[in-house]
């Protein structure tokens, strides 16, 4: 278990998270925005899921779901189905039954479960097969489909294992579905324009992990040493910047770190 890891890991996602969501309100040709950066859900959510392994060393469903419900704030951004199922938590719902109907009546397979993993992924840095088991439990909390959990498996394995060739790594611990054939493509697009990767893999638009987790990985993939670039690719891809730029920010900063002068500029986290 690496904690040190995990929290850079957590700077890293939430830096990505507040620069990112600058950009629904200004034009994406300002590329450093003036601070303080506030952050949104992605990474609440991820603040408490670090809190819940540095507390504990794993996820437990029960807690992990209980305080994700005690702590959902709408003012962060949550997306309504999100709010349905915490506020359903909150009310005595057992969290497997609100996952369940999340989505149309049916479990979820949005990105929420991948957008808040990545430190969850460098807290077991080096070992995939934890960090893609505990990626699964946390996923299960909001995100019963089989994509928005596969999802969150990816992007737990590239951030336990970082770096240029993460895509490779990522793949052998996929299974078949929609986000490993996106994963694959995203494989064969490196060495192309981000305009290009986003036309061909997404760019977050539909807020489901399909259309999210292959791009963001891309990005990883593609600027593994370059943080600044890394985020400034999920902007230039334009769509839900917020999320793509934490899942890639939650990567690539466990290899790089966050520069000081992005960290600054962004929103204190909690205690």
Not at 67 to 94: I, K, Q
């Amino acid at each position: 278990m690496s904690p040190e890891s995990a929290l850079l890991s957590l700077d890293g996602l939430s830096v990505g998270d507040a620069f990112g969501a600058q950009f629904f309100a200004r034009p994406r040709t300002d590329r450093f925005p003036p601070g303080p950066w506030p952050w949104t859900d992605d990474t609440e959510m991820a603040h408490l899921l670090l809190a819940e392994l540095l507390a504990h060393g794993e996820v437990d469903q029960d807690r992990l779901a209980a305080s994700f419900a005690e702590h959902c704030d709408p003012y962060r951004g949550y997306g309504p189905g999100a709010v349905v199922v915490l506020h359903r938590v909150r009310d005595g719902v057992p969290w497997r039954e609100a996952a369940a109907t999340a989505y149309r009546g049916g479990p979820s397979c949005g990105n929420g479960a991948a957008m808040r993993v990545a430190p969850l992924g460098a807290f077991f840095a080096g070992d995939p097969v934890t960090a893609k088991a505990q990626a699964v439990r946390q996923a299960e909390v909001t995100h019963g489909h089989p994509e928005g959990v596969a999802g969150a498996a990816a992007v737990a394995v590239a951030a336990a294992l970082p770096g240029p060739d993460l895509l490779d790594a990522v793949l052998d611990h996929l299974g078949d579905g929609e986000v490993r054939r996106g994963v694959e493509r995203a494989r064969g697009l490196l060495g192309r324009s981000v305009g290009e990767a986003a036309h061909e893999l997404g760019n977050g638009s539909r807020s489901i992990a399909q259309d999210t987790v292959p791009f963001a990985l891309w990005v990883a993939a593609t600027h593994a040493d370059d943080y600044p670039a890394a985020l400034r690719a999920c902007v230039e891809a334009g769509g839900d910047m917020d999320t793509t730029a934490a899942v890639v920010g939650g990567v690539v900063a466990t290899r790089t770190g966050v520069p000081g002068n992005w960290l600054s500029r962004r929103e204190p986290l909690p205690r």
